[in-house]
């Protein structure tokens, strides 16, 4: 059974920046893809970023420019670097991913961006 574990999330002033990572508990090399989705209460789940075994890149058009997803394979870990956070980022990060089969999803991980 393959895991996601989240981590990274937290408190944080507007225009701050936060670093969240996924480990996955197999080799990311299964994957077809990883990504980070997120949450905010009363809204449905977003994809925010994802990034292909090849190594192209998705981002959501209100994060590009802030945001920055990366992997580590020799850690078996994908990133997110979050800069210039605005209180609309506040939600709960999922980390996502993609093999052949149903897609595997970490617990989530919370940010919230506040004064």
């Known amino acids: 059974q393959v895991q996601l574990a989240e981590s990274g999330g937290g408190l944080v002033q507007p225009g701050g920046s936060l670093r969240l990572a996924c480990t996955a508990s197999?080799?990311?090399?299964?994957?077809?893809?990883m990504g980070w989705y997120r949450q905010a209460p009363g809204k449905e789940r977003e994809k925010v970023a994802t990034?292909?075994?090849?190594?192209?890149?998705f981002y959501t058009d209100s994060v590009k420019g802030r945001f920055t997803i990366s992997r580590d394979t020799a850690k078996n870990t994908v990133y997110l670097q979050m800069n210039s956070l605005k209180a609309e980022d506040t939600a709960t990060y999922y980390c996502n991913a993609l093999a052949y089969g149903p897609p595997y999803w970490g617990k989530g991980t919370l940010v919230t961006v506040s004064s």
């Open positions: 990034i292909t075994s090849l190594g192209s890149t």
């Open positions: 197999t080799s990311i090399y299964s994957f077809n893809a």
